[in-house]
C-alpha cells in the first residue's frame, strides 16, 4: 500500500516542482538522492534518453565493509565513489536533484563528497 501521510504528499509535490525545472541531458546528466532511514542512494539519470548511467548507494559492498560513524560519514563515502564511478564513466558535470529533502545533513555530505570526488554542479 502506497504511503500518503501528510510529509510523503509534500515531497511528491516538491519533487515535481523541481522536476519541472531540473532536467538531465547527455552533456550534463542529472544526479538524483534518495535517502532512506538508514541508507543513501544516488543515481545519475540521463533524461533524454530515460537511463542510469552510474549508481551508488550505501549497501555497496565498499562502504558495508569500512568501519564508518554516523550517516553522514557513508553519505560522503557515497558520494565520493559515485564521482569516481561518474568519471570513469566520461561525466565531468552534473546537475544536483536534491529529491525533495532539504540540503542539508545527509543530502550536503553526499554533495561534498560528489564534488571532492571531482563531479562539477
Excluded: W
Excluded at 54 to 64: D, F, P, Q, T
Amino acid at each position: 500500500m502506497a504511503k500518503t501521510n501528510s510529509y510523503v504528499i509534500a515531497r511528491r509535490k516538491r519533487i515535481k516542482r523541481i522536476r519541472k525545472k531540473i532536467f538531465g541531458t547527455t552533456d550534463r546528466p542529472r544526479l538524483r538522492v534518495f535517502k532512506s532511514t538508514t541508507h543513501i542512494y544516488a543515481q545519475v539519470i540521463d533524461d533524454s534518453k530515460g537511463h542510469t548511467l552510474v549508481a551508488m548507494s550505501s549497501l555497496h559492498k565498499e562502504i558495508r565493509g569500512e568501519a564508518l560513524q554516523g550517516k553522514c560519514d557513508r553519505a560522503k563515502k557515497v558520494g565520493l565513489l559515485l564521482a569516481e564511478k561518474a568519471k570513469s564513466a566520461g561525466i565531468e558535470s552534473v546537475v544536483f536533484d536534491r529529491g525533495g529533502y532539504i540540503y542539508h545533513g545527509r543530502v550536503s555530505a553526499l554533495s561534498e563528497g560528489a564534488r571532492e570526488g571531482g563531479l562539477k554542479f
